[in-house]
């Protein structure tokens, strides 16, 4: 991470500290799979808010979190993005496998906060072979920080940030086509009031998802 980005997530000089630490990455590959694993993220700490974003090439089934984690949102539209939260305690697991009914490519990236408050809404895009998405906007009542995912079900694609956001985290991609989802993570800090809509370019045509998912900072 740069320091416009170190800049940009943790607050001037003197602010309270909250911000982006790290994220770890997961996924099943070429392979259709129930399962997806994924390691605990790193110089993580008790308090710290975890979030996790999933893509799924096709409907999840049902499905179960890893231990003391919860579900926050989905979205029924291929490629089927996930939203999952917990709060890290001190005897976390070395890695975390969410697990579905169904067998699927997925992929998975946590991302570890810190001084950070709970989810407080989020907008969904999805379209297939498209190389842009629009999600809607999001209400902030409060200080905190627009997260955006970006998705696809080809490996081989890369995303660009909206205006006005960085990116902090992806899933790597490789250059072999069709080999599983690739991820990207955009955050940007704000103050309140509404996101705006928000429009994600990505490399190629494809099946995609994106989402805005607001994390409010702590008083």
Sequence with gaps: ????TRTMLMGAAGATAVGFISSSWGDTNSTAATSVVAPRPANMQPGDQLVAYLLLNGSSGSYTPPAGWFSYSGNNATPYPFNFWKTAT????????????TARTIGVIILCFR???YINGTAFATGVNVNSLTTGSLPMSDPGYLIGFAGSIRRVTTHSPPAGMELIASGAPNTNENLGPSLSIFCE????????ARTFLSSETATQAASLLYLKALS
Excluded: H, L, Q, V
């Excluded at 991470?1 to 416009?4: A, G, P, R, Y």
């Excluded at 001190?90 to 009914?101: C, H, I, K, M």
């Excluded at 800090?189 to 705006?196: F, L, V, W, Y």
């Design 1 to 4: 991470m740069d320091e416009i």
């Design 189 to 196: 800090k704000r103050g309140a009031g509404a996101s705006g």
């Design 90 to 101: 001190a005897s976390e697991p070395a890695t975390y496998t969410f697990s579905f009914s």
């Design 115 to 117: 001084n950070a408050g």
